[in-house]
């Protein structure tokens, strides 16, 4: 299937904002929810953020709630992810990717599958 293709990453100073996005061509991506990833090199994949297909129900790590903001527009087969107050520690590759397996575990990068190719986001001190 056609992957996903992530934008809108940047360098930013601490403090600042960026707004991701992940679009999807084609209705394979129709109904499923979407989450954003970052990996720094020499680490694991890390779960951002998550939102369902009516985006009724978001999920956020806890290192990122309350200053990122997930958000979707289905007539536009996109999923954004606004980041605010940044901080040096969210420089990262972020990935988006569609969850293909169910159940309560939103964190696992082995629940989703058509990978992006990544946006850098670089956060200055």
């Known amino acids: 299937q056609v992957p996903l293709v992530e934008s809108g990453g940047g360098l930013v100073q601490t403090g600042g904002s960026l707004r991701l996005s992940c679009t999807a061509s084609?209705?394979?991506?129709?109904?499923?929810?979407r989450g954003w990833f970052r990996q720094v090199p020499g680490k694991e994949r890390e779960f951002v953020s998550a939102?369902?297909?009516?985006?009724?129900?978001?999920y956020y790590s806890d290192s990122v709630k309350g200053r990122f903001t997930i958000f979707r527009d289905n007539v536009k087969n996109t999923v954004y992810l606004q980041m605010n107050s940044l901080k040096p520690e969210d420089t990262a590759v972020y990935y988006c990717?569609?969850?293909?397996?169910?159940?309560?575990?939103?964190?696992?990068?082995?629940?989703?599958?058509?990978w992006g190719q990544g946006t850098q986001v670089t956060v200055s001190s």
């Open positions: 990717a569609r969850r293909v397996r169910g159940g309560s575990d939103y964190v696992s990068p082995e629940r989703y599958d058509s």
């Open positions: 084609g209705p394979a991506f129709i109904g499923y929810t």
């Open positions: 939102i369902s297909w009516s985006g009724g129900s978001t």
